[in-house]
């Protein structure tokens, strides 16, 4: 069995909250490398998807990772997986999912230093609409085409 037949994107439910803090802190702990590990705390991940939509890709049963929405703004927000399951296909399905549940247009913002983030986004025909900066940086503005 691959992935793809074992991948199942859901809604977030409270069973999940353990597995998505981890899976938010390790991965921006070695993504935004830049930054200071003592910035990123376990808690964050309450804070930082309060009112939003979450999005749960489970492959076998097991937590890979998560898409956070914005549904008013169309805005992805937030898309984390374990770094197990990285270039499998799941940041590509839990988009498609988006896609599904707001309007399209999607938008996103993309830390400039991610290099990898956003050459997936690229690849996926994501195009740049601004450049902008923020109290993480300087990032892109990113929309479906």
């Known amino acids: 069995m691959t992935i793809a037949t074992n991948l199942h994107i859901r809604k977030f439910t409270e069973a999940d909250r353990d597995a998505l803090k981890r899976i938010y ?4 702990s070695v993504t935004f490398y830049w930054m200071r590990k003592s910035k990123f ?11 939003e939509a979450i999005w749960v890709a489970e492959v076998g049963g097991i937590v890979a990772g998560f898409m956070a929405l914005w549904m008013p703004g169309n805005f992805v927000h937030h898309l984390y997986l374990d770094k197990l399951y990285h270039r499998k296909g799941i940041g590509k399905a839990l988009l498609n999912k988006a896609s599904e549940v707001c309007r ?4 996103l913002k993309c830390l400039i230093r991610n290099k990898q983030a956003f050459n997936f986004y690229i690849s996926l025909g994501w195009r740049i609409r601004a450049n902008e900066i923020d109290d993480l ?3 892109f503005l990113l929309s479906q085409v």
């Open 41 to 51: 705390e376990l808690n964050d991940f309450d804070e930082d998807t309060k009112g």
């Open 25 to 28: 802190l390790e991965t921006r």
């Open 104 to 107: 399209v247009p999607l938008t």
């Open 137 to 139: 940086g300087r990032y």
